[in-house]
């Protein structure tokens, strides 16, 4: 089935997020959607889905214009949906889940739950899921649930097939098990529209690429464009994608944490008996799929969780039983992985929110008032330093884009006296020209002799940033290596697993 979108656009009041996108999808092709975060992509899929209606345009099925007022209609027509945040029951069986909203009966009205079995069977031999229709979907890998999320659409004989985000949260072999399988729905027939800001995934796929920025197409690519050559389209100018770093140049001062255990208020262990150090001049990057304690670390440093056993010492001093406010005052920098929630206060304005955590010192204030010429001066030096785009310092961070709101966040906590930096997902949602911007800060941070410790779930970014990297699995180390450890060992270690000749 071929799909053709004709001159898309959607408002949301003055906002168009898609200003006239046309392109097409031909039955056994890839067509990756590329661009940065917020540029349309998933607003467009979103039309195409029935969950939005477009204002302008038409979607058009094998030359015929249709009318979706749902995802029903959507469905009912052939196009399916596998969604970043996966769709499914978790109590539910697979074949509980695939029948759901589509459900089927047999003799006296009940539901025939043995069809929906066979039809997840069919469908899983098929292309070789290896799924069983009987278990239970809170009890399988995430890689396995998205495959639940392709076979739930193939069952209703979906011809065109959306993938928005869709390796946001695998392992790197489960990626490129994911790769394979969207290469055998090619083979079948199956037209794919494959959501990503992710270059190598692009490259490794498309057969056609579509560049999308600030809501209009700006350019088709080829697959054999470089990583640098597409980089380049999505941002509109010349992006340099490699983080040039010196070897470290470690020093005394470092973060000692011993024997860390953090539980939560219901008795759940997140962080289990954790131990490792970071010298100072030293970047340790914390890599693993999301979920895995590595949000309960950072908050354990920072003196936010609130069951807490171990250790932590910074520069000697103990931080376990300290408050938040004294961690912060003896040099901790903190870039949390929720910007909007945990770092910013968006009806604040730019100047505001460089202030946070400092209104109670001598920086900004005098008797218990802020002093607005020094805060604007800093405020104005900080916009240009980190180019963050916008009309002025009294503008609301709420109403800057996702890279220039991580760029205030960067900027603050940078311009602290430092003794540690922790920085939590610090580019995600962010463009490619300001990861550029905040890796080199990050890694200018590191020269400057202060420990950092980093939480990525990007692979890419692990590889760039790290100069050791610490896997987590289920609150455990499973290992501390180098920064060329190899992709797939890091991916089996990932998923668990500790190869041969990787200490704990």
């Known amino acids: 089935m071929q799909l053709e979108l004709r001159d898309?656009?959607?408002?949301?009041?003055?906002?168009?997020?898609?200003?006239?996108?046309?392109?097409?999808?031909e039955p056994g092709e890839v067509h990756c959607l590329l661009g940065e975060n917020g540029a349309g992509k998933s607003t467009l899929m979103n039309v195409l889905y029935g969950l939005y209606q477009a204002d302008e345009g038409?979607?058009?099925?094998?030359?015929?214009?249709?009318?979706?007022?749902?995802?029903?209609?959507?469905?009912?027509?052939?196009?399916?949906?596998?969604?970043?945040?996966?769709?499914?029951?978790?109590?539910?069986?697979?074949?509980?889940?695939?029948?759901?909203?589509?459900?089927?009966?047999?003799?006296?009205?009940s539901l025939d739950l043995e069809a929906a079995r066979a039809r997840v069977q069919e469908i899983s031999e098929r292309f070789g899921f290896h799924v069983s229709p009987d278990a239970v979907v809170e009890n399988l890998p995430v890689g396995v649930q998205q495959r639940v999320e392709i076979i739930k659409a193939l069952s209703r004989d979906a011809k065109v097939l959306v993938f928005d985000e869709p390796t946001a949260v695998l392992t790197p072999q489960e990626t490129d098990e994911l790769m394979q399988i969207m290469r055998q729905l090619k083979e079948s027939g199956v037209g794919i529209v494959f959501i990503t800001h992710k270059l190598r995934e692009v490259r490794e796929v498309a057969d056609k690429i579509t560049v999308i920025r600030l809501g209009k197409v700006v350019g088709e690519a080829s697959p054999t464009a470089t990583n640098v050559e597409l980089a380049s389209l999505m941002v509109g100018r010349p992006v340099e994608l490699t983080v040039h770093k010196e070897e470290p140049a470690l020093r005394d001062n470092s973060l000692v944490v011993t024997d860390l255990t953090v539980v939560d208020d219901a008795g759940m262990t997140h962080v289990d008996d954790v131990s490792f150090t970071v010298a100072g001049g030293e970047i340790l990057v914390i890599a693993g799929v999301q979920g895995n304690g590595q949000t309960e670390i950072t908050e354990a440093l920072l003196g936010l969780q609130h069951h807490v056993t171990g250790s932590i010492k910074l520069d000697d001093r103990e931080l376990v039983g300290r408050s938040v406010r004294k961690i912060l005052d003896a040099g901790v920098g903190f870039v949390p992985e929720d910007r909007q929630s945990d770092g910013l206060v968006g009806s604040f304005s730019i100047a505001e929110n460089l202030m946070l955590d400092r209104s109670h010192g001598k920086t900004f204030t005098s008797f218990g008032s802020v002093q607005k010429s020094k805060l604007n001066a800093f405020a104005?030096?900080?916009?240009?330093?980190?180019?963050?785009?916008?009309?002025?310092?009294?503008?609301?961070a709420g109403k800057l884009s996702g890279?220039?709101?991580?760029?205030?966040?960067?900027?603050?906590?940078?311009?602290?006296?430092?003794?540690?930096?922790?920085?939590?997902?610090p580019t995600r949602g962010v463009d490619v020209g300001s990861i550029e911007f905040i890796h080199k800060q990050i890694v200018a941070t590191r020269d400057t002799g202060i420990p950092v410790v980093v939480v990525s779930t990007e692979l890419d970014e692990v590889a760039a940033l790290a100069d050791r990297i610490m896997v987590m699995y289920r609150g455990k180390i499973v290992g501390i290596v180098p920064a060329d450890t190899p992709r797939d060992v890091l991916g089996l270690m990932m998923a668990g697993e500790r190869p041969a000749g990787v200490g704990a």
């Open 403 to 425: 890279g220039n709101q991580q760029k205030v966040v960067v900027a603050r906590e940078l311009s602290r006296d430092l003794r540690l930096l922790v920085a939590a997902q």
């Open 380 to 396: 104005q030096e900080k916009l240009e330093s980190y180019d963050i785009r916008a009309p002025g310092i009294t503008t609301q």
């Open 58 to 109: 038409q979607i058009v099925l094998d030359g015929e214009v249709q009318k979706f007022s749902g995802p029903g209609d959507a469905i009912e027509a052939g196009i399916g949906m596998v969604h970043q945040h996966f769709m499914l029951l978790p109590v539910f069986t697979v074949a509980e889940n695939v029948m759901l909203g589509n459900e089927s009966t047999g003799f006296g009205g």
């Open 8 to 25: 898309i656009t959607k408002r949301f009041g003055a906002l168009v997020a898609n200003d006239h996108i046309s392109l097409t999808v």
